[in-house]
């Protein structure tokens, strides 16, 4: 069975950072592109940025680079969203998805992915 679970959200002022962890079981984790996206209560999913090739290369969103970072740890099946100088629009329940290859064209876009996880809520006060 597939699954990806995200975890690390919660409650944390402005400027402050969180790191959230998506760890995958249930298929081969280097075979996998894996996405983060975000979504705000009233709006639909954005895509926050991927990992693509066995190798790792990542891709951030323009808005977000320079604040947020993805990285992994294959001996722990996990993909990680490092988030620096949060501010309250940041504020969103974030998911992390997979699927076999995604077009780095295509990397923001939910539809290009087969499995997601639950998400994790992350709220930044002002």
């Known amino acids: 069975e597939v699954q990806l679970v995200e975890s690390g959200g919660g409650l944390v002022q402005a400027v402050g950072s969180l790191r959230l962890a998506c760890v995958v079981s249930g298929f081969r984790f280097d075979d996998y592109d894996i996405g983060w996206f975000r979504q705000a209560p009233r709006k639909e999913r954005d895509g926050i940025g991927c990992m693509v090739d066995s190798d790792g290369e990542t891709y951030i969103k323009n808005s977000v680079k320079g604040r947020f970072t993805i990285s992994r740890d294959n001996a722990k099946n996990t993909v990680y969203l490092q988030m620096n100088s949060l501010n309250p629009e940041d504020t969103a329940v974030y998911y992390c998805?997979?699927?076999?290859?995604?077009?780095?064209?295509?990397?923001?876009?939910?539809?290009?992915?087969?499995?997601w996880g639950q998400g994790t809520q992350v709220t930044v006060s002002s």
């Open positions: 998805e997979a699927a076999l290859q995604v077009l780095v064209v295509r990397c923001g876009e939910p539809d290009e992915y087969d499995y």
